[in-house]
Nanobody, 121 residues
């Protein structure tokens, strides 16, 4: 299973971005997919997960601002990010897991490369 993340960029405070994660070698419906981020000097942080039946789970830090979704036909997972803040600046990663309720980095089996998100104040 391979994952390819894209959609990062530079945005002003209060702006929006949509990240995409294209998956090959597996189907999104058979896996749980998650988004994480890592800022310089910090540990990788769980943000959101989508699993069986498209059930979703969010970290408190992004609940109400970020939305995870997936398109089965395109085998792609998205992260819509609204009301962005400077503290959201980080390298964002998508990942996939055989564990439907995975939220820790150790529970994810497959990782994409990161895509940089920078929020200016």
């Amino acid at each position: 299973v391979q994952l390819q993340a894209s959609g990062g960029g530079l945005v002003q405070t209060g702006g929006s971005l949509r990240l995409s994660c294209a998956i090959s070698g597996g189907t999104v419906r058979s896996l749980a997919e998650g988004w994480f981020r890592q800022a310089p000097g910090k540990e990788r942080e769980f943000l959101a997960r989508i699993g069986n039946g498209d059930n979703t789970y969010y970290a408190d830090s992004v609940k109400g601002r970020f939305t995870i979704s997936r398109d089965n036909a395109k085998n792609t997972v998205y992260l819509q990010m609204n009301s962005l803040r400077p503290e959201d600046t980080a390298l964002y990663y998508c990942a996939a897991s055989h564990n439907n309720v995975a939220i820790s980095t150790h529970a994810y089996n497959y990782w994409g490369q990161g895509t940089q998100v920078t929020v200016s104040s």
